[in-house]
T-cell receptor, first 112, second 115 residues
């Protein structure tokens, strides 16, 4: 079945890079997303990648995809205190039910 | 568009009472999702509608939970009777359906506390 796994916590110092990891199980063509949730708010899309891509860069964000290992990572360069939040990885098939399956979320804490 | 609108933002109720959560998706979106977020289980998909029809309700915990989507602009999630273990934040999300890359837009959530 579908399953998306993430580590629960990550702590980094301001100015360092953060790397948040995710593994997924669906081997069919899929879109993979990174969402950010700030305290008391809903989830907001940060970036996405299609499964035929290896990398995507968007300003401070770099997404790396290892399709063979079904491993996705999100790198945040020059991490700021405002980046403290919960980060969710999600996958969505391009056929079938099209539902979004989310990981448990990684709580990122940025230390000043 | 104002985005996905959920109401109420907060709900406190006593065990055994009926609770109804409401969602208005983004106009033009034809897929709607109800999620439940807890510290222990993370973000769980409860049910998913496409064109107002329930497609996958395998995540609905038990018969106490029911969801409806009478039209394209409104959905409800009902818990009857409610129990303390139902306490969580419930999110509604909507998106354009189909196989294209589409973002799921989330509402602000309803924080439910059952005492």
């Amino acid at each position: 079945g579908e399953d998306v796994e993430q580590s629960l916590f990550l702590s980094v110092r301001e100015g360092d890079s953060s790397v948040i990891n995710c593994t997924y199980t669906d081997s069919s063509s899929t879109y993979l997303y990174w969402y950010k949730q700030e305290p008391g708010a809903g989830l907001q899309l940060l970036t996405y990648i299609f499964s035929n891509m290896d990398m995507k860069q968007d300003q401070r964000l770099t997404v790396l995809l290892n399709k063979k290992d079904k491993h996705l990572s999100l790198r945040i360069a020059d991490t700021q205190t405002g980046d403290s939040a919960i980060y969710f990885c999600a996958e969505r098939a391009t056929s079938g039910t099209y539902k979004y399956i989310f990981g448990t979320g990684t709580r990122l804490k940025v230390l000043a | 568009d104002a985005g996905v609108i959920q109401s109420p933002r907060h709900e406190v109720t006593e065990m055994g009472q009926e609770v109804t959560l409401r969602c208005k998706p983004i106009s033009g979106h034809n897929s709607l999702f109800w999620y439940r977020q807890t510290m222990m289980r993370g973000l769980e998909l409860l049910i998913y509608f496409n064109n107002n029809v329930p497609i996958d309700d395998s995540g609905m915990p038990e018969d106490r939970f029911s969801a409806k989507m009478p039209n394209a602009s409104f959905s409800t999630l009902k818990i009857q009777p409610s129990e303390p273990r139902d306490s969580a934040v419930y999110f509604c999300a909507s998106s354009l359906g189909g196989g294209m890359n589409t973002e799921a837009f989330f509402g602000q959530g309803t924080r439910l506390t059952v005492v």
